[in-house]
């Protein structure tokens, strides 16, 4: 259906986010995990610069999280009977979620993992 307005494609987008925050477990995941990134972030001290980066990644990591949704639904939709290129679709764009994953951790890694040896080692 072709929008009629951006405040109706507004509110499709926030449906979208909505169903991604409701019926997605991984989304869950990855909220507990930004929270606990923020509570870090807090008493760790971390800089303005990386307070964005770190917002970025989060952001980053939900938004695929909507576009796996998105291709599963879409694939289910188009192919409701076992298909190899289904298959395939579905493992890719799970894979892209791992890809990105991989990417928050070295992100992570990066901004706490010096404060954190640094508290450990005196």
């Known amino acids: 259906m072709k929008s009629t307005s951006r405040w109706h494609s507004f509110t499709c987008a926030v449906h979208g986010m909505v169903y991604t925050l409701r019926t997605q477990r991984n989304a869950w995941i990855e909220l507990a995990a930004a929270a606990v990134v923020c509570v870090a ?3 760790l001290a971390i ?5 964005a980066i770190l917002g970025l990644t989060v952001c980053t990591i939900l938004a695929l999280e909507a576009v796996n949704s998105a291709i599963e639904a879409v694939v289910d939709l188009v192919s409701p009977d076992y298909h ?3 298959r395939t679709a579905k493992d890719a764009a799970a894979g892209a979620m791992v890809f990105a994953v991989i990417g928050s951790l070295l992100v992570a890694v990066a901004i706490f993992g010096p404060r954190l040896w640094a508290l450990v080692m005196g």
């Open 47 to 51: 800089e303005p610069v990386e307070w």
């Open 84 to 86: 190899e290129l289904a």
């Open 41 to 43: 972030g807090i008493w």
